[in-house]
């Protein structure tokens, strides 16, 4: 779940331990709201990735957070 206060610029990316993009969740230009992602790793192998949100508001300002997930399967 992803809530931008601000419409902007956003993009919602996934990467391995390497730091290698696998998968591009949400890429573009997004309004003010809640947006709720549910990403498919079913072709993915257990282990660690990263999950990384960007998102640049229209006055310029970035804001960045990178997380942690654990995929088990």
Known sequence: KVTLVKSGVMSLQVYNVLGQLV??????????????????????????????????GNNGNVFRSTKKLLLLK
Request: net charge positive.
């Open 23 to 56: 998968k591009v969740v949400a890429q573009g230009y997004r309004a003010p709201g809640v947006y709720t992602y549910d990403i498919n790793m079913d072709s993915f192998a257990s282990g660690v990735y990263f999950y990384r949100l960007v998102a640049t």
